[in-house]
């Protein structure tokens, strides 16, 4: 069954991806106090990789072309290829060395800009927020620039007669909102499994094609508007928390003892139940 | 859906030249591999047999990541403490077609596989396919879970001793224990000039060793020792019927072994950074499944192509010439109409032609003389008492040497009839 959305053509979801490093292998850099990216194993953003298994179950269900875009360095082909590898259609690297340095505002426009060049689109999801930054400004940016409705803290997404219902997570429970298309969802970090790359997926990466990279001048971004120096935010200062030391208690000798004592005080402190 | 004249599935020595050989015939090649990249879920001894890689690839010795030419071969007889050795030295071992050379397989297979890409076959790694496609009784491609496929005129099944779509496609029934030993390996570190100057050995020569007797206990089995650059391969091939009958663990094996005074001397110091274990098909030729079906082959392990007589342990160069010959034998269906069994079925005549096949044969009776313990037990421990007797001298008077083997051999347990069949059994054997 599909759905047809504004005539007679399958829904378009964009998918906005970032690539992080990995969260396991996280580094600060002692110098300069800002995360290490060059060397470092890198993953999609998980939050990001929750929104395109969103998108990739909705085109499991209707019709429906998956686009992901990223804005970035050209490393950042690993997770494009990644995403197709998954299921994803074809895939956008924004990739401009004037963007360097580029806060969540030139990302939010610059991204804008570039969605409304690929046109066409019914749903845009981003991830909450990322991984290495967590400002969770991004999505919501895009709405903005594009005077789209948005529903924040996605965990499920359904195609109804052409509307989008979406799960919201609030603080005190779960909502049903309901919106028209086009619209963007920002997406819940953990909500879902993310697939596996399939075969089919890997062999189209590697029959190439599915990449197309554009600068600022292929989208027509004003570069007065993107980088560093176009950026509000200012980091100022980064300090490292430093765990307290913790109260640790060695139980040791006979074993069967030693267990029946820490058990008793994890007891006695209510740690456990018996 | 995608597609490919073939597919080759798992991307060993087998898979990859067999991928090589097709994609250089023009067949538009698939070579799909279930680990991160080819080699890390491979396992051997540790030696290759070089001249199936010099048909396949002539250059091959440029560029091919070769840890050492082995040059010296040592065949040693182990009992509780004490150990008789052979030792064979000749720099002829390391030269040309009849060279051999320890390896890697991490490093190997990558080799191979990019090898095979440069031919013009697809590589894809971290996928592992779970079935076969076939429909109207032939294989039409490849499954994999939940719900992927890939078409293709040809699947070759190179997916190693595991089998498993080997044994889907019904090409071969399910393992007996008595049909596969365990082998265990530990890679084990040692510093390149130790490794030179303890095995006494040139920059990239290296030496072999086969051990037998108590090596595995007296289980049916043997142990072996590969140098390699800057660590030495140390490992066991016991008999799994043996392990579970005698309800001992490999890893018992593998430390009494390891501590044995004539492995201990070539391991000390070193540090153990891998240890690995696999399945060793032993019936050689009397095991093998059908090799050749409706749209299929079948290639290297998964076909049995492992010879062990003994004294050579040989598997990567039957691989390698048993991927050329499925990539010959698809060539020819190609050119009589298609990938039909009937039209496969030359896949035999181009084994033979590489003489997998008959050297299998050949070998036949190999493991099941193997299979005989005393060969592991009471000759071992008969040897070294004769040798004990030959080489102590203190004082109460010697024999002569045909004397103390007759006295020796009629003290042993064994009637000297049964002594001499085995002698006979094991020199047509081997």
């Known amino acids: 069954m599909s759905v047809l959305v504004s005539g007679m053509r399958p829904m378009r979801i964009i998918v906005c991806i970032k690539q992080v490093p990995k969260a396991q292998e996280l580094q600060v850099d002692p110098v300069t106090q800002t995360l290490k990216r060059v060397g470092v194993p890198s993953e999609i953003n998980p939050p990001d990789a929750n929104a395109l298994e969103i998108a990739l179950t909705l085109k499991d269900r209707h019709a429906a072309e998956v686009v992901v875009l990223s804005m970035g360095p050209t490393s950042f082909d690993e997770s494009l290829e990644r995403a197709i590898a998954m299921g994803a259609d074809r895939s956008v690297l924004l990739t401009d060395r004037i963007l360097g340095g580029s806060d969540t505002v030139p990302t939010a426009y610059a991204l804008s800009e570039t969605i409304q060049k690929i046109g066409g689109y019914d749903l845009i999801l981003t991830g909450e927020e990322t991984t290495d930054a967590s400002t969770g400004h991004v999505g919501p940016g895009i709405a903005g620039h594009l005077a789209l409705p948005q529903i924040t803290y996605v965990s499920e997404v359904q195609i109804v007669d052409g509307t989008v219902r979406a799960r919201r997570t609030a603080e005190d429970g779960t909502e049903w909102w309901q919106t028209k298309m086009p619209s963007l969802c920002t997406v819940n970090f953990g909500c879902n499994k993310p697939r596996s790359p399939t075969l089919t997926g890997k062999i189209r990466v590697k029959r190439g094609g599915v990449i197309a990279h554009w600068s600022c001048a292929d989208v027509g971004i004003d570069p007065k508007k993107v980088g560093l ?16 030391p913790r109260a640790g208690r060695m139980f040791s000798g006979d074993a069967r003892e030693s267990v029946r004592a820490l058990l008793d005080a994890l007891i006695r402190d209510r740690v456990i139940v018996p | 859906m995608e597609r490919f004249d073939a597919i080759v599935v798992g991307a060993g020595p087998a898979g990859s030249s067999a991928a090589l050989t097709l994609a250089r015939k023009g067949f538009s090649t698939l070579l799909v591999e279930r680990g991160r990249s080819p080699g890390v879920k491979g396992m051997f001894g540790g030696r ?20 050492r030419f082995v040059v010296r071969e040592n065949l040693a007889f182990l009992t509780e403490d004490a150990s008789l050795a052979i030792s064979y030295d000749s720099p002829k071992l390391g030269q040309g077609r009849a060279s051999s050379f320890t390896a890697l397989r991490a490093k190997f297979d990558a080799w191979l596989a990019k090898k095979a890409q440069e031919a013009g076959a697809m590589l894809v790694t971290g996928i592992r396919v779970d079935d076969l496609w076939r429909e109207d009784g032939r294989v039409r491609g490849v499954l994999v879970a939940p719900k992927d496929r890939v078409g293709a005129d040809l699947v070759v099944i190179a997916e190693g001793a595991t089998s498993i779509l080997t044994r889907a496609a019904g090409l071969k029934r399910d393992l007996e224990p008595r049909e596969v030993s365990v082998g265990v390996k530990e890679t084990i570190e040692l510093p390149v000039e130790t490794i030179q100057e303890r095995f006494g050995l040139g920059e990239k020569e290296g030496a072999a060793f086969v051990f037998a007797g108590q090596a595995s206990l007296g289980l049916r089995g043997g142990g072996f020792l ?5 660590s030495i391969s140390l490992g066991l091939v016991v008999s799994s019927e043996d392990l579970s009958r005698k309800k001992i663990e490999i ?10 005074p004539a492995v201990q001397r070539w391991i000390r110091g070193g540090k153990v950074v891998e240890y690995s274990a696999h399945l060793v098909p032993e019936l050689g030729a009397g095991m093998m499944p059908r090799l050749w079906g409706e749209g299929v082959l079948v290639a290297g392990d998964a076909a049995g192509f492992l010879i062990n007589n003994g004294y050579t342990f040989r598997g990567v160069d039957l691989a390698i010439a048993s991927g050329v010959a499925a990539a010959e034998a698809a060539e020819a269906a190609r050119a009589a109409g298609g990938m039909s069994a009937a039209n496969l079925a030359g896949y035999e005549k181009f084994l033979r032609a590489r003489n997998v096949l008959t050297d299998l044969e050949r070998f036949r009776r190999a493991p099941l003389y193997m299979k005989n313990e005393r060969l592991f037990d009471v000759y071992p421990r008969l040897l070294m008492e004769i040798a004990e007797r030959l ?5 109460s008077g010697k024999p002569r040497l045909a004397d103390i083997i007759l006295e020796e051999a009629t003290s042993a347990d064994v009637p000297k009839l049964k002594m001499l069949l085995d002698l006979l059994q094991g020199a047509r054997s081997m």
Do not use: M
């Not at chain 1, 120096?229 to 307290?244: C, E, G, H």
């Open chain 2, 251 to 260: 890893q018992e094996v593998q430390n009494r072994f390891r501590l044995h």
């Open chain 2, 226 to 230: 590969y140098t390699n650059q800057s």
């Open chain 1, 229 to 244: 120096f176009n950026s509000p935010t200012i980091v100022a200062k980064v300090d490292t928390i430093r765990l307290p």
């Open chain 2, 48 to 67: 290759i047999y070089s001249w199936a890689l010099h048909d396949l690839l002539p250059d091959w010795a440029k560029d091919c990541p070769v840890e």
């Open chain 2, 391 to 395: 080489y102590t001298v203190d004082g």
